[in-house]
Structure formats: structure tokens, C-alpha cells
């Protein structure tokens, strides 16, 4: 059975993620694409690269016809998300990869994102989307919200640990590494090749970055009490990829088996053997997670790394997991596409 | 139906390629992988980026049972192919990714690699693996040889055009830029990141690269009298694709019409409207081939541009593709997925 | 004795340049720099890599004082800069680093810029700036127009063989790689690093780039009689550097002669041994021009290959050496560093 | 007054990088340059981006007179070079920059290196060569041994705030991403284009970077008791440039101000803004160190980021640095040129 897709905001690298995902999906078809400034256009002149497929020209939201859409995935800017959502039907399951619901407690989305929230009724209904922490509730879920991408590899890495208490929850420090997909199709200067190849530099340093809020969220329910970690972010120049070198207090031993332990039934999630650590060139373009552990030569310390590609597991391949699980098809779906290397 | 297939050569770019590729298969399940140095080694340690796959371990060639295998990819260094295919079981259908069987001609052979072909027999059964202008040899063939991933960018701008007669066959210009990744993964000095990174340069210029020998073949089979062609590759700070700019006499219109009414029922190339040309980020990791046609300030002056991925449609792909007519599945079975981008 | 020089447009990649080789110039002192949206600003704010040196604040020009400024070298945008100019005291010597003087003919500045030109008299009065072919004009001229940077890579290969009657005339074919930069700081969706990163890609193909009208304008001064030579540029994923491959027909001998015995005795140009070929890793950073020959299979066949840095020979440092002659000191006084490499 | 300088091991990276920047020294000139596998070839050959220079040709060491020789440098591989530099004329003055002097403690060399020091009195004699903390020892050495790049990049973010009491020295962790040149020109796997270009990896992670024994030795010399970091290098897919994140309990704005007030005399260190983080791009191929400093959410957190080129301050330029103070120079003698950027 067949059921039908559609993406509002495809002319961004998460929709345009999705659209190549689901080109080998075996039940979703994509029935409506749309990308407001280029209603009209068919997706060859927007992404060349999508150019062989057959796919709907892209339309005004507005003129989407939903009625026979069985999911909706969201690929919209952040803050106008929200009312786009509001004004969809109430009964449309939805996959939203923006950041408008990762946060539930609605002061800390006015922290962190400096307005309150339009949609507070919504905000409660939506269901955290890192798909191995929630999966139940996410099976569940009418409304869906997509994680940052940094914040889902830190994630991927602390939050077994906090759970399994191996590790002191004070002393938690992510150093980052993202690739610049991650910032988007943006015309910023820092993302211009001339600048940003040989011109590695971090950003939102100093506890400023908006994931934070996810860390600290997150981190939270699992600890059962709050959680503050230390994480810098840095853009490198690389298309694809996240590397999260996250530095911690506890045992080395304890800490890989905690991981191995949580991720053994999981087909995305691979711990390499003790002392190995994994390269961003090893998940590329695939939904696979790698994480690896070494202990260091103060005792009592370790690092943790976890690699992912910030538009496969971190945001496009993420949410069609979640969609899989929304709509009780397999939940690896479309999704088992080995990475691309080199 | 599942077919049983064998890669000898697993350790090299292309031999990865063609894993990559499998995992995505139908039909075919890969029983076998040779890597004589790395014997013994699951490919997890030769390539990470394979880790998740359930594959047989690394063997030597001699360790390897081919009873039941259907067929086998040959991914091993030119000039020592010959003599490893020649020991193979004379029933066991063969994709080749080397050099050794691309040149029918023994004195052609001799010429452009320097020795004297030890396998003449194998080499007058060879056919070549250009699908698209040998699909029913390919079909009926036991042993086929795939085409220099150059020497397929050249001639898919190329070859439709001399069978048309729409181009001075005395006047063609191939410039040629190329990723890294044709290279293979060989230690050489001009393949490390500090000295290609920001550091292009032609190579095998002037005549002498050896996939001239396969224009030279393939271009006077189509036009039924010998045709040179300038060709001056480039290598670029790139890891995947191919660009190639072809400078013809002819009429630009013709010309595109040509290539136009060529491909239109082959599915994997794709003629772009006339006088828009491709890049090589639309095909990355694909098995797409995008060509652009534009006509010049001087009249009777052309240029095609024609991109693909050198690892995919350039060698592994292409040999997936010839599997899949000599074992009689769909010739497009495993290669649908769309490219990589960004 | 300290020559004063003013820098108009400091907030762009040839401004910069400017500034990076003017630090080092024995005898030049920059006295004031203009960039009008960023006036009142430290030029670490906007080139932090410029944060060591001791420079002015940058101004709106109306607020120079050009009364004791010897020199002005002017890196605006095209078309704004005539206007600007113009309005300038009309005894200051000026270094013009965009495209507005760089055709003398009002009929071809139409034809490749669109519009009429707004100060012809400025036009005719301006010289052309490529050195090492207008030496002694530019050491008496007032108004100096710097080339294009493609156009004096294709300049350097060339003009001395059609000086020295060697080549076909009617058959020339220049193939151009160039990095990003030369496509200055703007923000542009195909200067972002994900696109441009893995996406080598022409463009203004077809005989549409401005800079033949460069080419056309001094071939057929070379040459007494029309040039139209054919021209494509590439954009590559590459920070600085073009390299031009040039095809010609011609005795290859005999254009290695030609090249080698005009160059002789230029500081900043090397003609490499006869079968070798430039990489743009040579020259980066520094004002040298590598040359290289090769003949091909095809007898009377040549490839020229030409590499220079596009912001230092191309444009800045071209501009400096220029504004050595004009100011009369030592032509390559600032000018010797040598390449960065890697 | 002209010093004779020699070069041995010109044909690496740091050799290379010497001989770019002593073409622009005002007093230095290099009168031999060895590299034993290549004697007999000239520059040209094994680095063209030194084509213009007038150098002589490469020898064997053993063919160096060196009685006229001022100083030498030593870029030789590590361990090989302790017995080189003993068979040195013994009044001759030397910069070595390799591993081999850089601990002063032969049981710490033996942990670091693995093998027992073979030339101990030499040992003793050598002063560390990070300039800005050994500059009276430096001017009165016959032997200075250069420092780890990754080594001085983290002592520059730390020495000064060990000294100033303004940090917790139980609780420093240096996450380091350092440009691939760093490796030198060295034919390995992951320092292809292909591997690294998209592949960020930790490396020698788990405190096993031998750069923890300069660490060690400086950050204790400075305490007054045994400091040990945690350290993680990463490889970055760029070429030149090592940036420094290093985590800190401490008050921000006394760690700003002890590095501001540290550095405030130095003629190559800038500490930027309160809150203003630095990038690669901004020092590349020049002997400046930008140093940025920022709080974070949690009370007694601070970040302090620090940049510069491995191969210029974090090798070849702080070696011309120390040999200039040896030999009674300008200190910054023909080391004052601007970054390159883009």
C-alpha cells in the first residue's frame, strides 16, 4: 500500500534531503512539494539533482490539497513554522523539522528562542523526535518535532550514561564539529566557500547555542534533576557531518559498555570496539551513527565520539524514521542505504 | 531470486563502490570478497564506512569456492587482471573494472599499455561495457570489460553525435577535469590533501593518457574511419565526478537534438535544455549522467559538457549495470537511488 | 621617501589583497581607506586577518582628503566605478581594479556591459594594465584600467604567439579553471561552500564572459586583424588560482620558443622546460605567472597551460606593480614573496 | 651584514616553509640545503612553487662545508636527528625542529618516544624553543629545539593563565583541530584528499599524543608542580592552520585579562575582544597567533580559543624567530607578512 507525502519547504537542504530519501522509499510517495517563493518551478530548477525523478511542480502551502495527504513533513524556517502548523488540518500527521516544538516547557522556548511561544497547545501535543528515546510515544504522535542536529549527537552520546549513572553529571563538556549543510541553503558570508574553506572557527560559544536547550532538556528526564553541559560548536570546512568529541568523568570501561549495552538492539547505532573512534567519512549521506570510547591516561576520564550526518540522521532521515513508526510501516524503511565514501 | 556474486579486489575505491552498491541489490548477495593483503580482515577495518553490512570476510582469491557463485566483479590492478581471470572457471560470467580487456585490438593494447596482452584469447571475447552502445553483446557476453571512467564521460558527449554526422570528426577538444577519487587509494604525492587542495593540474597531458586508446577504438567503430581527439585531463580538489567540456564544429542545434533524441529512452542519462550546462554535484554518488549542450559566439561552434560520478556510472555502477543484463534481471535493479547533494 | 596611497573599496577581496601587499612595500604607506557601507569601522572588523597592522579607519570616500594622497587605487564594483572616478581630483593617479576602463572602444564597453559608458573621455584616457605589454604607457599614464584576471591568464599564453606568428589564429580554444575567489566576497547561492565544495561547474559559456572582450580588444592589436578566440570558464572548488588550458594549433617547439624568449626577462614570469605543466599550488599568494608546453599525438597540435594567483597577478598584485611604474620605483618592489605552499 | 645559512631536510614541508620565508629575510641568505634522497636535484624539482628563487642545489649532508655557515636549521625526522646534529661542528649554531630536544628529562623522552635519548649531553645543552617564554635563554643558545605545533598552540591559551593563578590546573581539557600539513609529506591513507576531504577524525586521542610531554614538562615549570591536561588532536580537511578550544574553570574576564596583559608587548600575539573568538583564516601562512577568550552559562567556565599556522608560528616561522634572536637580529626580521585570505 502506497501512502501518500507531502513536503512544505523543499527548496531547503532538509527538504531537499527528504525528497532524495524518499526516492527509494518502498510505500511513501510524495504527492505535493511546496516552496513559496518558487511556486511553479519544478524541482530540477531548484536542485538539478533531484532532476530524473517524476515529482509535483512546487505550489503555495496554500494551494496544497491535504485531504488525501497521510503525512505532512515540515521543512520550514523556525518561528513561522509554528502558525504554518496551526493552519494545517487537525487530524494531519505531521513531522516537523524545524525547531518550533523540540522545546515543551514554554519558558524555556522564550529563553531560548526570545519570543513566546504562538502555538502553546501544540507545543504540548508534540513529541521529542530522537526516535530511540521516544519511539512509543512517537508511534503515537499526531505531531512530531525533529531535533537539532547537534543536539541529537550530543544525545546520542551522553544520554545512556546519564541513565546508566557512569558518569559525573557536572563535568560534561561537548566539543563540536559540524559541517556546513547544517547552517543551511543561507546566503551568510561565513559560509562562502572562500571563507570557510581553510577558515575553521566555532560559533554561538559560551553556552549560547539554541541546542542547549535541547541538552538541557533532555538531559533532565533523564537525570530526573538538571543538567548543565559545556558545549562549543565549530563549523568546519566539510559539506556533511557532525563529529561531537564530548569529555567526561567516569569510568572509560563502564561508560563503552553503557553505550554498547543501549545500542545493541538498534539498526542505526553502531559502538565501535573499545579505544577505536569514528570518522565523519564512515556515515556520510546514511543514517548510521557511529560512537566510539577511549579512557585517558588520567584516570577516571574519557572521551566519547559520535559521528552522524547532520542531513540523514540529524534531521531528513531522522524524521522519516519517525515517520515509518507514524504510519506502522518497517521503521528502517527507505532508510538503509549505505554511506557514501569517498 | 537471489544470484550469488563474488568481488575480487574489495580493498580498493571502486571494489567499496560496488559493496556500496550491492547492500541496495534485489537480487544479488554478495558470497565472497578478495583482498589478498588484507586477507582474514572483515572489511569493517578496511572500510568503516561498511560496517554495518553483514559481509563475508576478506579471503585470497585461491580460498575462494566459485561453484556457486553466478558472478564475479574483478576490481584488481590493471595488467595482473589478466592472468587472475584467466585462472577463473571458463563458465563464470565476469565483470571486469580494469584495464586489461577494454582494447580489442592486440597491437592497440600493446601500444597503450607497453606490453603485449598475455591473454589474447580472453581478450577477443571481451565486450565493452559502455552499456548504452552495447546492450545486447553485453547481455549474451560471459566476460565484459568496463571502460575507463574518462573514456565513458568522452564518449557518452561524444559517440552519438559522430553516428549522426553532426560534428567535424578532425576538430574534437576534450578537456577534462576529474575528482580525486578516480585515483584510487593510492599513496602518491599528488593525492595528498595538502598538495591537491587548492593545488589543480593537468595530468597524462598531450596525447598520452590511455583512455585515448578507447576513444580511438570507439570512436572510429561509430564512424567507420579513424578519429583523433585531443584529451587533457585535469585533476581537481575534488572526490567524486567528472566534468568533461567538449569543443566540436557542428551546429549547436543539431548537436543537441542529436544527443537529445539518443538518450531519450535511456534511463540513466539526462540532456539538459539547450544552453544549460551540468555540475558535478547533481550526479554525486548516482548512477545519472547529465549533459548540457551550448552553441558559441562563432557560428558552427559547439560545446557539450557532460557529468558523472567516476565511482558509480564511471566504473561500479556502470558494472552493476552490465551485471544485471548478463544475469537477466532489470538493467536499472539496485542503481535508482538519486545523488548525493550537498 | 613614504608615497601616501588611498584604497577605495577596502571591503572586498582585491581591497584586502591590496592591503596584505601594501604591508610589506618598502616605500608605499596606506593613508586612507574607503568602504562606504562600513565607514567609521577598524578594518579588523571587517578583515580580521588584516588585525596586526596599523591602518586608517575606514571612510566614505567623500570624507578622503586627497590632497596629499600620491596614489589612489580604486576596487569598486563595475559600472559605479566611472562615476566615482570621475569625480576625483584630476591630477591623482589612479590603479582601476574593475572592468569600467578596461575596453578603449565605446562601441565594445556597449556591447559586453550593456549600457553606454558615462565618461568616455576617462576611457580613452585610461591604459591598459597588463605590464609586462604596456610597460612604458602605464609609467607615463595618469589612469591605469587592471585586467581581468581571467583575461591576463589567457593573455599571457597567448599574445606572445600571435606576436611571434606561430599559431592558427582561427583556431584558438582557452579552457579556464578558476577558484572562487576571483569571484569576490559577494553572496551568491553557487559561492557557498556546499555547493561549490564537490560541484565544479562552467559558467557565462558560449562566448558569453565579459573578458572577451579583453581578449578581442588586444589580440587583434597583436595581431593587426580580428582574434575571436573560444572561451569557457570553470569554477572550482578552490579558494585562489586559475589555470588556463589553451588550445592551439602550431608548431609546439616552436610556441615554447616564442613564450621563453619574450619572457625572459620578465620578473615574474617562468617558462617552464618544454613537456611540463604548472599546477596552481605554485603560484598562490604570489605574483608569479608559471607557463608550460606540450605537443600532442596529433601533429601541429599544442596545449599551453598558464596558472597565476587571480587576486595577486590578476588583480592586486598586477595593480601594485603597475603603481611602482607609475610612481617610479623599482617595478617589483613588494611584490617578491614567495607562493604559499601547501 | 649577510648571515650564511644552511637548510637540512629542505625537501618537507617545514624545510620548504623556511626557505619561502628566508626569500623575504632582509639579512639571511641560505647557502646550502640538504636533502639526502634528492641530492643533486635542484628546488625546482622537488618544490616548483620555489622555481624563481636563486638557491642552490640539494646535497647530501656529508657534501655541506660548513665553515662559513652561521646557522643551521634541521628539519629533519625525529630521532634520526639527535645523531645528526652530534656529528655537527660543535660551535656551530642550530635550530632544530624536530621532536628530538624538545624534553629535557631523558626519562620523559624515553616514555614519549619509546627509546632512550642517544645523544643526553645534547640534550641538556638545547633550550625549549617557544620564544615568547625562553627569549634570554633563546639568544644565548648554540641549540634551540622547536616546539610541537599543537604543543605551542596550547601553551599560548594556557602558559599565562598557569602563571597568573587564574585557572583550576586539575581541569583543562585542549580540544585541538589541527590542518592536514601539520602531518607533513608523509604518503599515508588518511592524508589522501579522498580520505580526508568530508573525513574529520580524532587522532592519538586518549592521551597518547606526544605533544603531552611538552605539555607536561612547560605547564609544570610553570605551576611549580605537576599539571596534566587532557588533549584530543583532530585532523580537519584543510591545509594550514591549528585552532585551540580549550575548556577552563576559572573567572573569564581575569583569564582575558591575564592573556591581555601577557601578551600586550608581543610583537606576533593578539588577544581579541573580550567574547570575540578567532578563525584559522586569519593567521594563515604568517607568524601571528590570534587568542579569543569567552565565559560561559556556568559560573567559573571559560573557553579560550587559540589559532595559528603549524607551519609558520607553530614551526618554520617560530624557528626563524629564535635564530634571529640568535644571531643578534630584528627579532621579527622577515617575518612581519600579513596572513594570506582568502
Redesign the interface.
Known sequence: MTQSIAILGASG?TG?EL??LL??HPSFRITALSADRKAGLPIAEV???????DLPTLQKIDDIDFSSVDLCFCALPHATTQNVIAALPRDLKIVDLSADFRLRDPAAYQTWYGQPHAQPALQQEAVYGLTEFYRPQIAAARLVAGTGCNAATGQYAITPLIAAGVIDLD?I?I?L?A???G?G?S???N????????????YS????HRH?GEFDQEFARAAGRPV?V?F?P?L??????I?A?V?LEGDPAAIHAALAARYAPEPFL?V?PF?T??????????N?V?LGV?????PG?A?V?AVLDNLTKGSSGQAIQNANLMLGVEETAGL???????
Open positions: 537542504y531537499a525528497v532524495r526516492a527509494s536542485f538539478p539533482f533531484l532532476r530524473h525523478l563535568r563538556v566539543d564539529k559541517g556546513v549543510s547552517a541553503r546566503l551568510k558570508e559560509l562562502l566557500h572562500a571563507e570557510l574553506s581553510e577558515g575553521t572557527h566555532s560559544a559560551g553556552g549560547k542547549l548543565h559545556q562549543t565549530h568546519l570546512p566539510m559539506n556533511r557531518g563529529l568529541t569529555y553502531r565501535l579505544g573512534l569514528p570518522s565523519t567519512r564512515d556515515i556520510r549521506g546514511s548510521y557511529h577511549i579512557g585517558d591516561r588520567i576520564r572521551v565520539v538503509l542505504m549505505a554511506p557514501v565514501f569517498p
